[in-house]
């Protein structure tokens, strides 16, 4: 064999090879490489988006967070206030409530001192009457009727 022409039948079939995968083999790769490319691409972008949406969740988040506290503080104060206002109002009733208790005892005292002045006057003029009774159903004698007013004092 002649070394020439197994360098011309050997870059033939290498030419022959080339163009083979320059048509058939090439193109697939080429494309398969581009839509990995593409892939690679969109899922780094989808990333970035991902990461900018997190920071403006976590921003709106902690606004929310305060806003939240803020109302809950407006909350609990309000209900200090109100709670400050029914004691208050409780306080007031209660003292309403004993200055009516109070005023009633007292009126309740009084009627009681009345009554009992009542009875004492009865009671009073009832022994003066028997002791008046006593007196005269006697004889008149300074001794008995000194006796006589004792036992009355000592009935009183």
Known sequence: MNINATLIGQSITFFLFVWFCMKFIWPPIMHAMDVRKKQIADGLAAGERG??????ATKRATSD????KLKAGEIIAQAE???SQIVDEAKDAARDE???IIAAAQASVGQEVVRARE????????????GAEKILRREIDAKAHADLLTAIE???
């Open 51 to 56: 990461r900018h949406e997190l920071e403006l």
């Open 65 to 68: 967070l305060h806003d939240a």
């Open 81 to 83: 206030k109100r709670a």
């Open 98 to 100: 004993a200055d009516r």
């Open 119 to 130: 009875a004492l006057r009865s009671q009073v003029a009832e022994l003066a009457v028997a």
């Open 154 to 156: 000592n009935e009183l």
